[in-house]
């Protein structure tokens, strides 16, 4: 097991290293942002397998006809086994306040003051930290709130809780923005595929023709000895920025013309679109379940007031069926929900990619291939770590029951003409089992449910998400196909930082 856990780990950094090594840009790149970046996504990653782990430990407690296993029928091994799920979470979550408040904002504000010349490292760490402290003190404060009227063993759960709660919400918008976004852009690219290198780079070579006849027209004005008019020259300065960037985006082309990928990218085409129908049926299978979701606590639920929490399914769902049908199959409904968490991270990534880090309307960064400054990279993996925070809500709604209490049984006798049958059946309702049979809850399930008025944004969370996914499926769809070289040449690039990628 622990091998198994190593291996994970380390193939978790390699990617880690490799995806944000994709990304960062040489020029602006620097170690402390660097090994940040890195070590924010390996934790956002690991975080996200917290829920599997956790479904899989109350479910390996029964036998598959309700009764509890010869080592989990003592109450204090199971507390035990609880305890020891519940410290996983309180230090992974304890590590992503650390990383959201502390560590991140530090080394973002760090390499803010960073002068031109390096010098004054002093300096730079004191207006670091000034600014660090701000985001300490609203953590603190959270820990406080959160833990208001608690006292003895129960302190650390409250206050952990409310303040990872707290950042759930934040982490609802990002999933709100990007991961809706991600669900159909990342399947619909994969099913359009790019636009031919070949006719890029002719229409390309047709607009530099354009741009340098329009030039040459106005440059003819002049010959004379006039001046040009100022809305002539403003015309004259726009016209040789455009027909730089043609020329950048022509060496561009040239080198994506004759680079392997490209090729090996045009054989993979049908294994592609394969994946992209594979990913849009996933992402509508989510929808619908989410949606059945909330209908079902809608109706079903006491409201407002209970956070919208209903025990058990009273609407089929087809998601958590599919979960239930899965589990006579050891590991594959393990399997199913570690994919579905890996989903929600990697559609998200591909959101982020695709639109950019934005505050409101305001685009704070891109996210592009090489060229990424290390204050978005930084941006990137505390919105993943939001992210993952909400990734666990999420799929508690789209299979409530099976998050909840995952594959366990209990056993129900029921008398007929003198004669006991025992017959085992799903848990709806906890409380209804027998206490020697009662099902154990999920840690995951205490953290998200601790405080019923966050239950109640995220339900209204799941259809504002619901939403964002349909406006995003439409838009993705009327969008034509990306160009081979999608983010590498844009206005504002220098020549120094093409050449740098070119190379």
Known sequence: NYKVCFCLHCVILAFCWIYIRKFQSRQESEVVSTITAICALAIALISSALLPVDIFLVSFMKYSNGTYKEWAANNETRSQIEDTVLYGYYTLYSIILFCVFLWIPFVYFYYEERDDNNENKCSQVKNALKYTIGFAIVCVALLLIGSAGKRGRVYGLPALSFSISSLTLIGMLAVITYTAYGMSVLPLNLIKGTRSVAYERLENTEDIDDVEHQIEKLKSKCKDGRPLSSRDRHNLQELEGKLQVLRRRGRH?????????????????????????????????????LF???????????????????????????????LLALQP???????????????????????????????????????????TRPQALLFLCMILLLIVLHTSYMIYSLAPQYVMYGSQKYLVQVRNNSCTFVHHVRLLVPWSAPDSQMCTVTRS????????????????????????????LAVSCCRGKKSVIEGEVEADDSDISDDEYVH
């Not at 004759?258 to 085409?269: I, N």
């Not at 992209?276 to 929808?287: D, K, P, R, S, W």
């Not at 019923?452 to 995003?472: K, R, V």
């Open 329 to 371: 199959v050891f590991p594959l409904d393990y399997i199913l929900i570690t994919v579905i968490t890996m989903y929600f991270v990697l559609t998200s990534m591909a959101g982020i990619r695709n639109m950019g880090i934005w505050f409101f309307w305001i685009r704070l960064y891109k996210i592009r291939p090489k060229r």
């Open 445 to 472: 399930y205490l953290f998200l449910h601790k405080f019923w008025f966050f239950s109640t944004i995220y339900y209204f969370g799941n259809w504002a998400f619901i939403g964002a996914f349909l406006i995003g």
């Open 292 to 322: 059945i979701s909330n209908l079902d606590k809608a109706l079903h639920s006491a409201g407002i007031s209970s956070g919208f929490i209903i025990f058990g399914t009273n609407l089929t769902n087809p998601l958590n069926e599919l």
């Open 253 to 289: 082309l040239e080198i994506a013309e004759r680079h392997c990928c490209t090729k090996v990218g045009s054989a993979l085409r049908p294994f592609k679109i394969v994946l992209g129908i594979f990913f849009i049926l996933v992402a509508l299978l989510f929808t619908v379940a």
